[in-house]
């Protein structure tokens, strides 16, 4: 059974940095493309960032330069850093593997940024 767990989700201030962990369970995580999406209040969900098995990335354009994604598959785990950030990155944000079975989410973390 494929299991997903997110952390790291928090309030912080315009400007500050975060980052949030997700560990996989379940699966043979360095055959994934691992990635973060996300989703505002009223808004659809969005892609982040993506990270290839080869360790190739991609990021949306609000946030490149800003958000770096890594995998660490010795501990099946995808990292996204946030610098900078920004109030309209307030949104909850999920945990994604692709597998050849399918796309598995996580529960999601909630990440405001206010003053």
């Known amino acids: 059974q494929v299991q997903l767990g997110e952390f790291g989700g928090d309030l912080v201030k315009p400007g500050g940095s975060l980052r949030l962990s997700c560990v996989a369970s379940?699966?043979?995580?360095?055959?994934?493309?691992a990635g973060w999406y996300r989703q505002a209040p009223g808004k659809q969900r969005e892609l982040v960032a993506v990270?290839?098995?080869?360790?190739?990335?991609d990021y949306a354009d609000s946030v490149k330069g800003r958000f770096t994604v890594s995998r660490d598959n010795a501990k099946s785990t995808v990292d996204l850093h946030m610098n900078d950030l920004k109030p309209d990155d307030t949104a909850i944000y999920y945990c994604?593997?692709?597998?050849?079975?399918?796309?598995?989410w996580g529960q999601g973390t909630q990440v405001t940024v206010s003053s």
């Open positions: 994604t593997i692709q597998t050849i079975a399918g796309d598995y």
């Open positions: 379940g699966v043979n995580f360095r055959r994934t493309t």
């Open positions: 990270i290839g098995s080869s360790g190739t990335t």
